[in-house]
C-alpha cells in the first residue's frame, strides 16, 4: 500500500512539475510577468487586474451570486450521489462499493488539483492550448475579487465562478471510471487521472472556453484583439455551452481507449453481467436529471434569459430523449425497459449540453429524439462493431451523444431555426448572417481536435502506468469482486 501511494504521489507532482514547465515555456504572461485575469467559461476575466480595479461589493449582484452558488452544489450532486448511484447500479454487486469509492476519492483529488494549479492553467491567459500561472495555489482572489460574465459590465465572484468550474472538472473526471469499471486497479486510477486532468481536460478547456470577456470590446479592432488572446477553439467559433466537447467526448475518448488498453473483463461475452440494482440506476439518473439544471443553466453565468432558455432545454430534451430511446427499444425488442429509459435520460441531458444556450425549445426536442436513438444504436451496434468492453457505456453515451450534440448545435442556434444565433459584441445584437453549413464545419473541428487530443494523451498515461505499477488487478481479485479485494467491504451482508 505505502508502495503505491509513494508512486501516486510521486505521479501527481511529476504531472504537475511538467505541465507548469510547459506553461511557463509558452506563457508570454510569465515570460512578462504581467499579470492576466483569470476567465470565465464559459469564461470570463476578473477585473481586479486593471488598473481602476472592480469590486464585488459594488459591481456584483446577490440574485447572480445566490443563482450560481446553487448551480455548483446542483453539479457536486450530479457527481456524489447521481453518478455514483448510476454507475453503482449498473454494476454487479460485488463491485458496487469500488465505483461510489472511485468516485469519491476522483471527485476530491480533481478538486484539490484544481485549486492548486487547474483553475489557473485553464482559466487564466497564457497562450492558446493552456493558460497561465497567475492563479496557481489560487494565489491573488480575494472576496473582491470578480470574474466577468457573458454580459458587458456584469460580474460575478472569482471565487464563486472557480467552484463551478471545479465540480465540472470532478464530474468529467468521474465519468470516465465507467468504461473499465469491475477490473481496473484502485491505484492505477488515481494515477490516470491525475496525469489526464493535466493533460487533456485543463488544455481543452481552456482552447473551448478561455477568453478575457466582453468588457473591452468596444469596436472590430477590439474584438479581434479580445479573440486572439483567446483559446484556440474559442478563436475559431466552437459553439459548446456547457460541455459537449470539455466533459462528454473527452470523457468518453478517455474511458474507451481505457477500455481497450485494459482490456476486457473476465467471462465477458459470456458469463451474464447484468445491472444489478435498476432503482439505484433510475434514482441516479433522476438525481443526473435534477443537477444537470445546474450543469446546463449555470452554464450563462448570471440569472438572466439565457440562463433560463438552458433550463427549459435541458428539461425538454431529455424528456424527449427518453421518449426516444424507449419507444425505439421497444420497437426493436417488443418491451420497453427501465434500463433504456435511463440510459436515455443520460444521453438526452449529453447532446442537449453543448446547446443549452443556443437551439430553441423546439429544436432542443428535435435533439434529444436523436439522440435518443443515435445513443441506444451506440450501446448496441457501434459497441459490437468496436468489439471493446466499456462496462457501463460511457462512449455510447456520453461520445456518442456529445458528438451528435456538438455537430446539431451548429444546425439548431440558428435564427431561423429558433435558435439564439450568435451575438457581435461590437454591434451588441445578433450577428445578421449565419450559415449552417459553416458552423458544423466549425463545430467538427471541435470535436475532431478533442477526440484526437484526448485520445493520445489518454493511450500514453494508460501505457505508463501499465508499464510502472499496472493496470488491471489479478484475475482472482476480479473474480472475488473489487469491493472486497481494493476496500475490504462489502455493500450487502449475507
Given at each position: 500500500m505505502l508502495t503505491w501511494m509513494k508512486r501516486l504521489v510521486a505521479g501527481g507532482a511529476m504531472a504537475l512539475a511538467i505541465g507548469a514547465t510547459g506553461v511557463i515555456a509558452t506563457s508570454p504572461a510569465h515570460a512578462d510577468e504581467v499579470k492576466k485575469p483569470a476567465v470565465t467559461a464559459p469564461a470570463a476575466t476578473p477585473a481586479a487586474a486593471e488598473p481602476a480595479p472592480?469590486?464585488?461589493?459594488?459591481?456584483?449582484?446577490?440574485?447572480?451570486?445566490?443563482?450560481?452558488?446553487?448551480?455548483?452544489?446542483?453539479?457536486?450532486?450530479?457527481?456524489?450521489?447521481?453518478?455514483?448511484?448510476?454507475?453503482?447500479?449498473?454494476?454487479?454487486?460485488?463491485?458496487?462499493?469500488?465505483?461510489?469509492?472511485?468516485?469519491?476519492?476522483?471527485?476530491?483529488?480533481?478538486?484539490?488539483?484544481?485549486?492548486?494549479?487547474?483553475?489557473?492553467?485553464?482559466?487564466?491567459?497564457?497562450?492558446?492550448?493552456?493558460?497561465?500561472?497567475?492563479?496557481?495555489?489560487?494565489?491573488?482572489?480575494?472576496?473582491?475579487?470578480?470574474?466577468?460574465?457573458?454580459?458587458?459590465?456584469v460580474v460575478i465572484p472569482e471565487y464563486v465562478f472557480m467552484a463551478f468550474q471545479a465540480v465540472f472538472a470532478t464530474i468529467t473526471c468521474c465519468l470516465i471510471i465507467g468504461s473499465f469499471a469491475e477490473r481496473a486497479k484502485f491505484s492505477a486510477i488515481l494515477v490516470f487521472m491525475v496525469i489526464w486532468f493535466t493533460f487533456s481536460y485543463l488544455p481543452i478547456a481552456h482552447m473551448v472556453w478561455?477568453?478575457?470577456?466582453?468588457?473591452?470590446?468596444?469596436?472590430?479592432?477590439?474584438?479581434?484583439?479580445?479573440?486572439?488572446?483567446?483559446?484556440?477553439?474559442?478563436?475559431?467559433?466552437?459553439?459548446?455551452?456547457?460541455?459537449?466537447?470539455?466533459?462528454?467526448?473527452?470523457?468518453?475518448?478517455?474511458?474507451?481507449?481505457?477500455s481497450f488498453v485494459i482490456g476486457k473483463r473476465l467471462g465477458y461475452g459470456k458469463e451474464a453481467m447484468k445491472p444489478h440494482n435498476l432503482v439505484y440506476v433510475m434514482t441516479g439518473a433522476a438525481l443526473l436529471w435534477f443537477g444537470w439544471f445546474g450543469f446546463n443553466a449555470g452554464s450563462a453565468l448570471e440569472a438572466n434569459g439565457t440562463a433560463g432558455l438552458a433550463f427549459v432545454n435541458t428539461y425538454l430534451a431529455t424528456a424527449a430523449a427518453v421518449l426516444g430511446w424507449s419507444v425505439a427499444e421497444w420497437v426493436l425488442k417488443g418491451k420497453p425497459s427501465m434500463l433504456g429509459a435511463a440510459s436515455g435520460c443520460v444521453a438526452g441531458l449529453v447532446a442537449i449540453t453543448p446547446a443549452a444556450g443556443f437551439a430553441g425549445p423546439m429544436g432542443s426536442i428535435i435533439i434529444g429524439l436523436i439522440a435518443g436513438v443515435v445513443c441506444l444504436w451506440g450501446v448496441t451496434g457501434l459497441k459490437k462493431i468496436l468489439g471493446s468492453d466499456d462496462s457501463l457505456d460511457v462512449f455510447g453515451v456520453h461520445g456518442v451523444g456529445g458528438i451528435t450534440g456538438a455537430l446539431l448545435t451548429g444546425v439548431f442556434a440558428d435564427p431561423a431555426l429558433g435558435g439564439s444565433g450568435i451575438w457581435d459584441y461590437v454591434a451588441n445584437a445578433v450577428a445578421p448572417d449565419y450559415s449552417i453549413a459553416s458552423q458544423l464545419w466549425i463545430q467538427a473541428q471541435g470535436v475532431i481536435t478533442t477526440v484526437i487530443w484526448s485520445g493520445v494523451v489518454s493511450f500514453i498515461a494508460f501505457k505508463l502506468i501499465d508499464m510502472v505499477i499496472g493496470l488491471r488487478v489479478k484475475e482472482d481479485e476480479e473474480r472475488e469482486g473489487l469491493d472486497i479485494s481494493s476496500h475490504g467491504e462489502a455493500a450487502y451482508e449475507s
Open positions: 472592480v469590486l464585488c461589493s459594488e459591481k456584483c449582484n446577490k440574485g447572480d451570486i445566490a443563482w450560481m452558488m446553487v448551480c455548483t452544489a446542483l453539479v457536486l450532486l450530479m457527481t456524489l450521489p447521481g453518478l455514483a448511484l448510476f454507475y453503482g447500479g449498473l454494476t454487479r454487486s460485488k463491485n458496487i462499493l469500488s465505483i461510489c469509492m472511485q468516485c469519491f476519492m476522483v471527485f476530491s483529488l480533481i478538486t484539490v488539483l484544481w485549486a492548486i494549479y487547474g483553475y489557473s492553467f485553464a482559466f487564466t491567459e497564457g497562450g492558446a492550448f493552456v493558460g497561465g500561472l497567475d492563479r496557481l495555489f489560487l494565489g491573488g482572489m480575494n472576496p473582491e475579487s470578480v470574474a466577468a460574465t457573458f454580459s458587458k459590465g478561455f477568453w478575457p470577456g466582453p468588457d473591452d470590446i468596444k469596436d472590430a479592432a477590439s474584438l479581434e484583439a479580445i479573440t486572439a488572446r483567446a483559446g484556440w477553439l474559442w478563436q475559431k467559433g466552437v459553439l459548446d455551452f456547457a460541455g459537449g466537447t470539455v466533459v462528454h467526448i473527452n470523457a468518453a475518448i478517455a474511458g474507451l481507449v481505457g
